[in-house]
């Protein structure tokens, strides 16, 4: 459960921080701050890191081929770039919170199995214990007769 709360405010966090992007870039900020704030968040969780692996790495390369650019001198390819690497990194996002979503899902599922698997054997253990039930209703039918037979027999002189 605990494991579930972490992962739950990771996402938040990341779903917030790419939110807040377009704010954040008119008052002057880029894409890059953003996207490394998202993409740290990410990461500090193994699950999330794993699962979003591939994104985390062409975001990272966004970044990198943005930082190459912008020392070359070229103006609009470095946004272009960092614009590119913030997709990367809501794409990361999302495959976290997929992943999250697939984990609960299964242990939902599991759960599942586990009451069937409980109310198979209490219809298993209602069945056993009504064909005693008829079993003994037989026995004690038996007996009713038999003593009925021997009371008749001891009522003839």
């Given at each position: 459960m605990l494991r579930?709360?972490?992962t739950a405010t990771?996402?938040?966090i990341v779903a917030l921080a790419?939110?807040?992007g377009p704010s954040a870039r008119a008052q002057g900020k880029s894409d890059r701050s953003d996207v490394l704030s998202a993409l740290e968040r990410i990461k500090e969780d193994p699950d999330a890191r794993?699962?979003?692996a591939r994104a985390i790495a062409e975001?990272?390369?966004?970044?990198?081929r943005a930082d190459a650019a912008r020392q070359a001198g070229d103006t609009s390819l470095p946004q272009l770039l960092e614009a590119l690497a913030r997709k990367w990194a809501q794409s990361a996002a999302e495959l976290a919170r997929a992943h999250q979503a697939e984990d609960r899902a299964t242990a939902v599922e599991r759960q599942l199995l586990r009451a069937q698997e409980r109310r198979l054997r209490a219809r298993a253990l209602l069945?056993?214990?009504m064909a005693r039930v008829e079993r003994a209703r037989a026995a004690l039918g038996k007996l009713?007769?038999?003593?009925g037979n021997?009371?008749?027999k001891d009522a003839k002189p």
């Open positions: 579930l709360a972490k990771t996402g938040l790419l939110a807040s794993s699962v979003a975001a990272e390369r966004a970044l990198g069945e056993e214990a009713e007769r038999e003593r021997h009371s008749a």
